[in-house]
């Protein structure tokens, strides 16, 4: 089993910048790839950006390319995703995730979650 935590979540203006965190326990994490996921209401969960085990490859949903960067904490077992530029259509609840690889937690065929922490972006 894999438990995140994650955390950072909260109440921001078009424009800003916020950061999430999320760390990461549990006896199965070894070399897992880590990323994040949102939903907002009424839609499914997305992708949104993934961090593979050694932390040298990313990947970013068209959406967020060039506003959002993911990076890792390895010591600390934590994952982060920096959001700038915030939009409207951010607003979700936002979901770290765990899995054996970028492609698997990507697809979202065989991931850990965590509970989601909610981002609301107002204008």
């Known amino acids: 089993q894999v438990q995140l935590v994650e955390s950072g979540g909260g109440l921001v203006q078009a424009g800003d910048s916020l950061k999430l965190s999320c760390a990461a326990s549990?006896?199965?994490?070894?070399?897992?790839?880590m990323g994040w996921f949102r939903q907002a209401p009424g839609k499914e969960r997305e992708f949104v950006a993934a961090?593979?085990?050694?932390?040298?490859?990313?990947s970013y949903a068209d959406s967020v390319k060039g506003r959002f960067t993911i990076s890792k904490d390895s010591a600390k077992n934590t994952v982060y995703l920096q959001m700038n530029s915030l939009k409207l259509e951010d607003t979700a609840v936002y979901y770290c995730a765990a899995a054996p690889s970028v492609v698997i937690l990507t697809a979202a065929t065989g991931n850990f979650w965590g509970q989601g922490t909610q981002v609301t972006v107002s204008s």
């Open positions: 549990g006896r199965m994490l070894g070399r897992s790839a």
């Open positions: 961090i593979n085990w050694s932390g040298e490859k990313t």
